[in-house]
């Protein structure tokens, strides 16, 4: 039977299980949007910026482990909106992002808005899907889908000419494609389970791909700790996802994310084995590509990641694993530990102990505002086992990951490509997916004028996160690295912000707005945020620009 492309779509996206998408309204989808609020089956989310819709897409693909869908328009929309689809390939976060287009018979003539977007799009895409026939519709969104979620995750494009919306097509429904979930060879396991055996100090990374994992099969999270216990083995979750082991268990070895504190990372570097489970490995989690080292790493190295070309493309491993992290990990527990697993309890014990040290909620007061310490340690006070947490780009974050000690039961959402306006997007898009659940989003006086917009987004659809704004008055991760590279030279004035009133800026939106400019303060005001139920809350925290992180502290003579 005859239908429009429009309508194929719609059905297309719907047999991928997508009941939520978001976008900024373009002319040259309008055919497309029209359908989906006539159709009612997929809730449109409006946004107030193109990299905004991007961002609640990462995000829904994060906390669905399926792709979080973005639609926008050709030209100024999609170059808007790239940041997220950067954000999303780093990430390894699948991610559909639909875009109009001219009209057909415009191509190559420079039309309004027209862009090359095969060409355009090279480096932040797994794949462009061009779609120039009718009867190409319904198979593009299958391909995007199968890509985007399969191997190593990641944003695909499809691109969509305004004309062909209203075209009738006969061409039936293409469902969606089984994803592969390769499982683990007996010969890889048996050097595997050998090497772990007889390491005394072995270090186990865990990273995203376990997490995607921890999403279909909430097991995942039970088998990593039997894990952890019956092998003895340290468990250090990697960059951005620091809810993938306890934080007190016993067996937890430290956060691996930016800049690992010295004292953790020198006892690390003892160690005689690194298992990558789950993580794609990066500069980041590698602190600049020293541990382990590339491309060949200083001690033996196994990457487990479901995907054969990412192992080796960097790093020489010893041994890889290019299946699912939770296979590997069952598969060991099946086997059964060693007997003598337990020769590893001090090398364990050494490094928790290290890290409960870090964790130790200690702070010092600062001439120039409340220390951001203070704070992340009130708002730990109110945070639910099932809260979810964003952060933004910027120092302030280093704060939230010193001081609060996730748990399984939590979500950790950010940008892992460190973009800065993404936390506020994406605790819109976890409050909306969420619905009654704390949604917390830490943000910088910086960030929160780039994409904090979106508050807008949040009460117009009724959902409810705190944002807790950092206002130190300057780029504060820039100013750092300014000082450390150039100490004898100013940097403030390069760095240096006027912001307004960031709680009566929320007021302005219909949200909730409180001020904390003291520590005497902060009980009441982190009290009240939490006390808000009906609406978005706005905590404007005057901050210190002297501790500029949660492990640097300047001379006041320096930055007042």
């Given at each position: 039977?005859?239908?429009?492309?429009?309508?194929?779509?719609?059905?297309?996206?719907?047999?991928?299980?997508?009941?939520?998408?978001?976008?900024?309204?373009?002319?040259?989808?309008?055919?497309?949007?029209?359908?989906?609020?006539?159709?009612?089956?997929?809730?449109?989310?409006?946004?107030?910026?193109?990299?905004?819709?991007?961002?609640?897409?990462?995000?829904?693909?994060?906390?669905?482990?399926?792709?979080?869908?973005?639609?926008?328009?050709?030209?100024?929309?999609?170059?808007?909106?790239?940041?997220?689809?950067?954000?999303?390939?780093?990430?390894?976060?699948?991610?559909?992002?639909?875009?109009g287009q001219v009209e057909r018979?415009?191509?190559?003539?420079?039309?309004?808005?027209?862009?090359?977007?095969?060409?355009?799009?090279?480096?932040?895409?797994?794949?462009?899907?061009?779609?120039?026939?009718?009867?190409?519709?319904?198979?593009?969104?299958?391909?995007?889908?199968?890509?985007?979620?399969?191997?190593?995750?990641?944003?695909?494009?499809?691109?969509?000419?305004?004309?062909?919306?209203?075209?009738?097509?006969?061409?039936?429904?293409?469902?969606?494609?089984?994803?592969?979930?390769?499982?683990?060879?007996?010969?890889?396991?048996?050097?595997?389970?050998?090497?772990?055996?007889?390491?005394?100090?072995?270090?186990?990374?865990?990273?995203?791909?376990?997490?995607?994992?921890?999403?279909?099969?909430?097991?995942?999270?039970?088998?990593?700790?039997?894990?952890?216990?019956?092998?003895?083995?340290?468990?250090?979750?990697?960059?951005?996802?620091?809810?993938?082991?306890d934080a007190t268990h016993p067996?937890?070895?430290?956060?691996?994310?930016?800049?690992?504190?010295?004292?953790?990372?020198?006892?690390?570097?003892?160690?005689?084995?690194?298992?990558?489970?789950?993580?794609?490995?990066?500069?980041?989690?590698?602190?600049?590509?020293?541990?382990?080292?590339?491309?060949?790493?200083?001690?033996?190295?196994?990457?487990?990641?479901?995907?054969?070309?990412?192992?080796?493309?960097?790093?020489?491993?010893?041994?890889?694993?290019?299946?699912?992290?939770?296979?590997?990990?069952?598969?060991?527990?099946?086997?059964?530990?060693?007997?003598?697993?337990?020769?590893?309890?001090?090398?364990?014990?050494?490094?928790?102990?290290?890290?409960?040290?870090?964790?130790?909620?200690?702070?010092?007061?600062?001439?120039?505002?409340?220390?951001?310490?203070?704070?992340?340690?009130?708002?730990?006070?109110?945070?639910?086992?099932?809260?979810?947490?964003?952060?933004?780009?910027?120092?302030?974050?280093?704060?939230?990951?010193?001081?609060?000690?996730?748990?399984?039961?939590?979500?950790?959402?950010?940008?892992?490509?460190?973009?800065?306006?993404?936390?506020?997007?994406?605790?819109?898009?976890?409050?909306?997916?969420?619905?009654?659940?704390?949604?917390?989003?830490?943000?910088?006086?910086?960030?929160?004028?780039?994409?904090?917009?979106?508050?807008?987004?949040?009460?117009?659809?009724?959902?409810?996160?705190?944002?807790?704004?950092?206002?130190?008055?300057?780029?504060?991760?820039?100013?750092?690295?300014?000082?450390?590279?150039?100490?004898?030279?100013?940097?403030?004035?390069?760095?240096?912000?006027?912001?307004?009133?960031?709680?009566?800026?929320?007021?302005?939106?219909?949200?909730?707005?409180?001020?904390?400019?003291?520590?005497?303060?902060?009980?009441?005001?982190?009290?009240?945020?939490?006390?808000?139920?009906?609406?978005?809350?706005?905590?404007?925290?005057?901050?210190?620009?002297?501790?500029?992180?949660?492990?640097?502290?300047?001379?006041?003579?320096?930055?007042?």
């Amino acid at each position: 039977m005859s239908q429009s492309v429009a309508r194929l779509l719609a059905e297309s996206l719907e047999a991928h299980e997508v009941d939520q998408v978001y976008c900024v309204p373009g002319e040259s989808y309008v055919g497309l949007t029209s359908v989906l609020i006539e159709r009612n089956s997929i809730r449109l989310i409006v946004c107030r910026h193109e990299a905004g819709a991007g961002y609640m897409a990462v995000a829904d693909g994060r906390l669905r482990d399926r792709a979080g869908v973005a639609i926008v328009s050709r030209g100024p929309g999609l170059s808007n909106a790239m940041v997220a689809l950067h954000s999303a390939y780093h990430d390894a976060t699948p991610m559909v992002m639909l875009v109009g287009q001219v009209e057909r018979k415009d191509f190559g003539r420079l039309a309004l808005q027209e862009q090359n977007y095969s060409r355009l799009l090279s480096d932040v895409t797994k794949l462009v899907v061009e779609v120039n026939e009718p009867e190409q519709a319904s198979e593009a969104i299958a391909r995007a889908f199968h890509v985007a979620e399969s191997g190593t995750p990641g944003p695909v494009a499809v691109i969509l000419p305004e004309d062909i919306f209203d075209e009738e097509t006969e061409s039936e429904l293409d469902p969606a494609r089984p994803r592969p979930i390769a499982g683990p060879r007996a010969e890889d396991l048996d050097r595997l389970a050998d090497m772990l055996a007889r390491a005394e100090r072995p270090l186990v990374l865990v990273g995203g791909a376990m997490l995607a994992d921890a999403v279909h099969d909430q097991g995942a999270f039970a088998d990593l700790n039997r894990l952890a216990q019956e092998w003895v083995l340290p468990i250090s979750p990697t960059h951005r996802r620091p809810q993938l082991f306890d934080a007190t268990h016993p067996n937890f070895g430290g956060y691996m994310g930016i800049r690992v504190p010295p004292a953790l990372l020198g006892e690390m570097k003892r160690a005689d084995l690194m298992v990558a489970l789950g993580e794609r490995m990066t500069d980041t989690v590698s602190q600049s590509y020293s541990f382990p080292k590339a491309p060949v790493p200083q001690l033996p190295f196994v990457h487990v990641w479901p995907d054969a070309d990412e192992i080796g493309r960097v790093w020489r491993s010893e041994l890889g694993l290019p299946c699912s992290p939770h296979e590997v990990v069952k598969a060991l527990l099946r086997r059964g530990a060693p007997a003598d697993a337990g020769k590893r309890g001090g090398w364990v014990e050494g490094l928790h102990a290290i890290h409960r040290k870090l964790l130790a909620k200690e702070w010092e007061p600062t001439p120039d505002g409340v220390n951001f310490a203070a704070i992340v340690c009130e708002v730990d006070k109110h945070l639910a086992p099932d809260a979810t947490v964003t952060t933004d780009a910027g120092n302030f974050g280093s704060f939230v990951h010193r001081y609060i000690g996730f748990r399984q039961s939590q979500i950790f959402l950010s940008s892992v490509v460190g973009a800065m306006g993404s936390g506020m997007p994406m605790a819109v898009a976890a409050a909306l997916r969420r619905p009654g659940k704390q949604v917390v989003a830490f943000i910088g006086d910086g960030g929160t004028l780039m994409m904090g917009n979106e508050i807008a987004t949040a009460c117009q659809y009724g959902a409810n996160p705190i944002m807790i704004i950092s206002d130190n008055r300057m780029y504060g991760t820039i100013g750092m690295h300014s000082y450390v590279r150039y100490p004898q030279r100013p940097f403030m004035e390069g760095t240096r912000l006027t912001n307004p009133d960031f709680a009566a800026w929320g007021r302005s939106f219909g949200a909730e707005g409180i001020t904390i400019a003291s520590e005497a303060e902060m009980g009441d005001g982190i009290a009240r945020a939490f006390a808000v139920k009906t609406r978005p809350v706005v905590v404007h925290c005057l901050t210190s620009a002297v501790q500029m992180s949660a492990w640097r502290r300047l001379d006041p003579a320096v930055v007042l």
